[in-house]
């Protein structure tokens, strides 16, 4: 095998910090068995609903008033409910890990689906109806690299 580790023709070593080096993944790293934890971590994703059977999308919103943050994506997630059909799966707003970064308090919506331009004019037609102060910001994140 070939990569960073080691170089063409020499063996070289791989160190994993984890606190759980029994898990599966790490065990199908270590047994270098790509098929085995393709086809069960294919196998969950399609039991969860998670990529690629469906997409994710992360609406955040975001003040510098944590109050003002609160209340707007409470808006948002309100006309999302009304507005979203089977096709959207819409969670509650939570804050992040992290829900301060650089002065702004952050809330964020999962939405389950399978992006389609119905699905991005529902959102649009939500987020276009929402009153937001100066401050505020919106963004969407479509499968998102990470949830924090």
Not at 51 to 71: R, Y
Not at 114 to 143: A, E, F, G
Request: charged share 25%.
């Amino acid at each position: 095998m070939h990569g960073r580790a080691g170089r063409e023709g020499s063996e070289g070593n791989v160190i994993i910090q984890t606190y759980n080096p029994d898990s599966f993944p790490i065990e199908c790293a270590k047994e270098q068995d790509y098929i085995k934890f393709y086809n069960q971590e294919i196998k969950l994703r399609n039991v969860l609903k998670y990529p690629p059977f469906c997409d994710i999308i992360k609406l955040e919103v975001s003040d510098f008033d944590e109050h003002t943050a609160h209340l707007i994506v409470n808006s948002v997630y309100d006309n999302l409910l009304k507005l979203s059909g089977k096709e959207m799966q819409v969670y509650s707003p939570m804050p992040p890990p992290i829900n301060k970064v650089k002065k702004r308090y952050r809330w964020r919506i999962i939405i389950k689906c399978k992006l389609s331009n119905q699905v991005i004019n529902k959102i649009n037609l939500c987020i276009n109806s929402i009153k937001m102060t100066s401050n505020t910001r919106i963004s969407i994140d479509i499968n998102p690299n990470n949830m924090s």
